[in-house]
Protein backbone atom coordinates (compact mmCIF):
# COMPACT_ATOMS: atom_id res chain seq x y z
CA UNK A 1 0.00 0.00 0.00
CA UNK A 2 0.84 3.82 -0.26
CA UNK A 3 3.14 5.76 2.27
CA UNK A 4 1.35 8.58 0.71
CA UNK A 5 -2.07 10.31 1.42
CA UNK A 6 -3.90 10.69 -0.80
CA UNK A 7 -6.32 13.58 -1.27
CA UNK A 8 -9.81 10.91 -0.85
CA UNK A 9 -7.78 9.36 1.99
CA UNK A 10 -6.95 12.70 3.83
CA UNK A 11 -10.54 13.79 3.54
CA UNK A 12 -11.89 10.92 5.04
CA UNK A 13 -10.11 10.66 8.49
CA UNK A 14 -10.44 14.57 8.68
CA UNK A 15 -13.99 13.84 8.48
CA UNK A 16 -14.21 10.53 10.74
CA UNK A 17 -14.15 11.05 14.48
CA UNK A 18 -13.09 8.14 15.73
CA UNK A 19 -10.85 4.78 15.20
CA UNK A 20 -9.16 2.49 16.56
CA UNK A 21 -5.56 2.97 18.44
CA UNK A 22 -3.36 -0.49 18.58
CA UNK A 23 -0.38 -0.33 20.38
CA UNK A 24 1.31 -3.15 21.83
CA UNK A 25 2.22 -3.87 25.81
CA UNK A 26 4.70 -4.70 27.59
CA UNK A 27 4.47 -8.23 27.05
CA UNK A 28 4.35 -8.23 23.15
CA UNK A 29 0.19 -8.15 23.16
CA UNK A 30 -1.63 -5.79 21.26
CA UNK A 31 -3.73 -2.97 22.69
CA UNK A 32 -6.68 -1.48 21.45
CA UNK A 33 -8.78 1.83 22.27
CA UNK A 34 -11.43 3.59 20.65
CA UNK A 35 -10.28 7.09 20.78
CA UNK A 36 -11.26 10.40 18.88
CA UNK A 37 -8.98 11.87 16.83
CA UNK A 38 -7.94 14.95 14.61
CA UNK A 39 -5.85 15.20 11.59
CA UNK A 40 -3.12 17.82 11.41
CA UNK A 41 -1.35 17.79 8.48
CA UNK A 42 0.05 14.05 7.95
CA UNK A 43 -0.15 13.48 11.96
CA UNK A 44 -3.35 12.11 14.06
CA UNK A 45 -3.73 14.07 17.42
CA UNK A 46 -4.86 11.94 20.14
CA UNK A 47 -5.73 13.42 23.53
CA UNK A 48 -4.95 11.04 26.36
CA UNK A 49 -4.21 10.57 30.18
CA UNK A 50 -0.49 10.68 30.77
CA UNK A 51 -0.55 7.12 32.78
CA UNK A 52 -2.79 5.52 30.02
CA UNK A 53 -1.41 1.92 28.79
CA UNK A 54 -1.49 3.05 24.83
CA UNK A 55 0.73 6.26 26.39
CA UNK A 56 3.31 4.23 27.77
CA UNK A 57 3.32 1.94 25.05
CA UNK A 58 4.22 4.70 22.66
CA UNK A 59 6.60 5.79 25.17
CA UNK A 60 8.63 2.63 25.40
CA UNK A 61 7.86 1.56 21.38
CA UNK A 62 7.37 5.04 19.69
CA UNK A 63 4.84 3.43 17.24
CA UNK A 64 0.98 2.83 16.76
CA UNK A 65 -1.44 1.42 14.45
CA UNK A 66 -5.20 3.50 13.58
CA UNK A 67 -8.06 1.91 12.27
CA UNK A 68 -10.92 4.06 10.96
CA UNK A 69 -13.94 2.80 10.17
CA UNK A 70 -16.58 4.61 8.14
CA UNK A 71 -20.33 4.05 10.43
CA UNK A 72 -21.95 3.52 6.84
CA UNK A 73 -22.58 0.92 3.85
CA UNK A 74 -20.38 0.03 2.52
CA UNK A 75 -18.40 0.73 5.60
CA UNK A 76 -14.71 2.25 3.98
CA UNK A 77 -11.63 2.07 6.27
CA UNK A 78 -8.16 3.23 6.55
CA UNK A 79 -5.39 1.81 8.30
CA UNK A 80 -2.31 3.89 8.87
CA UNK A 81 0.78 3.23 10.90
CA UNK A 82 3.82 5.39 11.94
CA UNK A 83 6.25 6.94 14.31
CA UNK A 84 4.11 7.78 17.55
CA UNK A 85 5.12 10.04 20.78
CA UNK A 86 3.65 11.83 23.68
CA UNK A 87 3.82 15.64 23.44
CA UNK A 88 3.22 17.54 26.88
CA UNK A 89 3.75 20.92 25.17
CA UNK A 90 2.21 22.85 22.25
CA UNK A 91 -1.07 20.56 23.19
CA UNK A 92 -4.07 22.90 24.19
CA UNK A 93 -5.66 24.14 21.11
CA UNK A 94 -5.36 20.02 19.57
CA UNK A 95 -7.09 19.09 22.85
CA UNK A 96 -9.72 21.70 22.11
CA UNK A 97 -10.53 20.28 18.50
CA UNK A 98 -10.53 16.93 19.83
CA UNK A 99 -13.24 17.65 22.91
CA UNK A 100 -15.04 19.74 19.99
CA UNK A 101 -14.87 16.45 18.13
CA UNK A 102 -16.64 14.35 21.21
CA UNK A 103 -18.59 17.54 23.07
CA UNK A 104 -19.92 19.34 19.55
CA UNK A 105 -18.51 22.40 21.20
CA UNK A 106 -14.52 23.97 21.85
CA UNK A 107 -14.79 24.51 25.56
CA UNK A 108 -15.92 27.68 27.08
CA UNK A 109 -12.68 28.40 28.83
CA UNK A 110 -9.70 28.19 26.31
CA UNK A 111 -7.31 25.17 27.60
CA UNK A 112 -3.95 25.89 28.25
CA UNK A 113 -0.81 23.69 28.43
CA UNK A 114 -0.71 24.97 31.92
CA UNK A 115 -4.64 23.11 32.43
CA UNK A 116 -3.58 20.16 30.74
CA UNK A 117 -0.56 19.42 32.57
CA UNK A 118 -2.75 19.77 35.70
CA UNK A 119 -5.16 17.05 34.35
CA UNK A 120 -2.59 14.87 33.48
CA UNK A 121 -3.73 15.22 29.85
CA UNK A 122 -1.23 14.95 26.37
CA UNK A 123 -1.37 14.64 22.78
CA UNK A 124 -0.32 11.61 21.69
CA UNK A 125 1.16 11.78 18.29
CA UNK A 126 1.11 9.74 15.14
CA UNK A 127 2.95 10.52 12.15
CA UNK A 128 1.48 8.57 9.01
CA UNK A 129 4.38 6.99 7.58
CA UNK A 130 2.44 4.38 5.87
CA UNK A 131 -0.79 3.95 4.53
CA UNK A 132 -1.86 0.13 5.41
CA UNK A 133 -5.10 0.01 3.91
CA UNK A 134 -8.06 1.51 1.90
CA UNK A 135 -11.41 0.41 1.50
CA UNK A 136 -14.30 1.44 -0.29
CA UNK A 137 -13.05 5.25 0.11
CA UNK A 138 -13.99 7.62 -3.09
CA UNK A 139 -10.86 7.85 -5.35
CA UNK A 140 -8.23 6.35 -3.21
Keep these: MSTELSEAVRAFLAEQPVGVLATVRRDGGIRQSVVYHVLDGDRILISTLADRG ?3 DVERTGRAS ?3 PGHE ?10 RAR ?3 SGVAEPTMRIFERIGGSRPATPLTDEMLAGMKRVVLELTIERVRDVSYVGGA
Design 73 to 82: KPFPQVVVEG
Design 86 to 88: ILT
Design 54 to 56: KAR
Design 66 to 68: YAV
